[in-house]
């Protein structure tokens, strides 16, 4: 697959996305601890090395997004020819519940049918509170590997 990059944006609320750079590696952190390396700890050990190999490996793949030009969550999407593959979606928990999350998920969604793509697919762990959000957008379990569900969205048109 291909790490290409989605660039959201949304006008009127002040909501843009940028490349990820090296400095804003405490932030993505700061966000981990808060959210999933909660859950992580339920099953495993979190692995704060696995974390700086990924972060240095992939951070120019990443897409921060901002809020009047401060940052406030992260995601990196990647394409093959007729999936995309949501790697990494998070919002710092003080912009939960303010439908943020809602507006990227249906960003990516009418992009990637305006692409011609097919399905959009993302991996959740099984005690993310996420999973009902996924579902509540039409998500369906492909399978379930150890602690994490496979999900799926149809987004090609059978009339296409």
């Given at each position: ?6 660039h ?21 952190l ?6 999933i ?14 974390f ?18 401060k ?66 957008f039409?998500?369906i ?20």
């Open positions: 697959m291909e790490k290409t990059l989605y959201f944006y949304d006008k009127n609320n002040n909501l843009t996305s940028r490349i990820c750079n090296k400095s804003d590696k405490s932030f993505i700061d966000i981990y601890e808060r959210t390396f909660n859950q992580v700890r339920e099953f495993y050990e979190v692995d704060l090395e696995m700086n190999n990924r972060f240095d490996a992939d951070y120019h793949t990443i897409e921060m997004i901002l809020h009047n030009n940052p406030i969550g992260f995601y990196q999407i990647d394409f093959d020819r007729t999936i995309i593959s949501i790697q990494r979606l998070f919002l710092h928990p003080d912009y939960h519940k303010q439908s943020i999350g809602k507006k990227i998920m249906k960003s990516i969604i009418n992009w990637g049918i305006d692409h011609n793509y097919d399905e959009i697919r993302l991996m959740v762990w099984e005690n993310n509170p996420a999973l009902s959000f996924y579902k509540n039409g998500f379990e492909l399978e379930k590997i150890k602690h994490k569900y496979s999900l799926q969205l149809l987004i090609k048109s059978e009339l296409t």
